[in-house]
């Protein structure tokens, strides 16, 4: 019913910047909590980032203060800004809808994309 597709990852220094962009298609709603994940090789998918229908937002402690989540309701994207990036950020990042209150949870979110990589370079 909802498609989701990310774009904007690539290999970046350390330190560097990368906006990644997830666009809906199908039976979207903008009532919907969007919601960043990432996992590296080896390890769990962890919880990044979310924005809910009122705008009001969520960080990993990892993330805060680096990276920013917007969404366009007009163009139906969810962005999200990383900038001061580490090494430790390296992995598969996923972008995910829940369409029925916030979670940190990537159980509770029944939409995803297929995944883009972001590689950080010592």
């Known amino acids: 019913q909802v498609h989701l597709v990310e774009s904007g990852g690539g290999l970046v220094r350390a330190g560097g910047s990368l906006r990644l962009a997830c666009a809906a298609s199908?039976?979207?709603?903008?009532?919907?909590?969007a919601a960043w994940f990432r996992q590296a090789p080896g390890k769990e998918r962890i919880f990044v980032a979310r924005?809910?229908?009122?705008?009001?937002?969520a960080y990993a402690d990892s993330v805060k203060g680096r990276f920013t989540i917007s969404r366009d309701y007009a163009k139906n994207t969810v962005s999200l800004q990383m900038s001061g990036l580490k090494p430790e950020d390296t992995a598969v990042y996923y972008c995910?809808?829940?369409?029925?209150?916030?979670?940190?949870?990537?159980?509770?979110?029944?939409?995803w994309g297929q995944g883009t990589q972001v590689t950080v370079s010592s």
């Open positions: 995910a809808q829940h369409p029925y209150g916030d979670s940190n949870s990537a159980l509770d979110y029944i939409y």
């Open positions: 199908g039976r979207t709603n903008s009532g919907t909590t």
């Open positions: 924005i809910n229908w009122s705008g009001f937002t």
